[in-house]
């Protein structure tokens, strides 16, 4: 991908206007505000981009990706693959842009064995303290003895990794919300699971499966501590906000009882270009306050 400066120079512009040059200034007179006036503050909760968003354009040139994203606006990202870079390497690339990592998306199989202590490893050099799985199938969930299993093995792994402050998560497919005798894959998951597993719930995939996202932020609190903001319905393509998730009780929730300290925006059906559609994204979060 080849930015041009012209493009860089627009999603700079847009990122000042959406978060505004004087944004710790203006926090810090509400809070000032808040506290006379005896109401709690509303914490702010940074937005980080999933990578697998822009997947094809991190490929050609992961260097002018993340520098367009932290120009428009976002603090983080979550990797899905290191495009055969070192640890140290991407750390590299993130310091320079002012951003930071806010998960990595692994396959189970890199929390297992000898390629924990590689993959914890890897990750204390990323300053990432979330170890997301980012899909099991039917031989990891399929039945509510392997459901029982596999929670109990997370459980495990996440007690292994909290001395290096870190956590296990994770993330939400469509299939996690087909029943098995009466209750959601996913409901009987993190029921099993003990509270140190990270609940990653994707607001789209649950919707598109035919679950219910706000059902699930209300019955496990505290276990967002990274979520993914997809829309769901709308016009093809549709950004966060054009289209029918309730985003105001989605973020109620996250920012009362989920204990959310990551809004992760995944984007995988594009109006324009895939850059150009999370740009869209975050200005639109920006509008709704976030």
């Excluded at 606006?73 to 290191?82: I, L, R």
């Excluded at 966060?240 to 984007?267: A, D, N, P, S």
């Amino acid at each position: 991908m080849n930015l041009s400066r012209r493009d860089l120079l627009k999603w700079g512009a847009g990122a000042v206007l959406a978060t505004g040059a004087l944004a710790p200034e203006l926090d810090a007179q509400i809070r000032a505000k808040g506290k006379r006036r005896g109401v709690r503050p509303v914490r702010r909760i940074p937005i980080g981009l999933q990578l697998y968003s822009v997947r094809q354009d991190c490929e050609k040139d992961l260097p002018g990706v993340l520098k367009a994203v932290a120009q428009m606006g976002y603090q983080g990202v979550e990797f899905a693959g290191y495009y055969g870079r070192k640890a140290d390497e991407l750390k590299k690339l993130l310091d320079a842009n002012g951003l930071k990592c806010c998960g990595t998306h692994i396959g189970l199989n890199a929390l297992l064995g000898d390629e924990l202590k590689k993959t914890v490893e890897f990750n204390k050099t990323l300053g990432n303290p979330f170890l997301i799985v980012s899909y099991m199938g039917e031989d990891r969930l399929g039945t509510i003895e392997k459901i029982n299993e596999t929670a109990k093995l997370l459980t495990e792994i996440g007690a292994k990794v909290r001395p290096d402050g870190m956590q296990v998560g994770y993330h939400a497919h469509g299939g996690d919300s087909k029943k098995l005798d009466g209750e959601t894959v996913w409901d009987r998951f993190f029921t099993a699971a003990g509270p140190e597993v990270t609940m990653q719930l994707d607001i789209g995939n649950c919707i598109g499966g035919g679950g219910d996202p706000y059902a699930v932020l209300r019955k496990f609190p505290g276990r967002s501590a990274t979520i993914h903001l997809k829309e769901h319905g709308g016009k093809p393509g549709a950004p966060i906000g054009e289209g029918e998730v309730k985003w105001k009780e989605v973020f109620q929730l996250c920012e009362t009882t989920g204990r959310t300290q990551w809004y992760i925006v995944e984007q995988e059906s594009y109006a324009g270009t895939p850059l150009e559609s999370v740009k869209q994204c975050i200005d639109n979060l920006r509008k709704m306050g976030k």
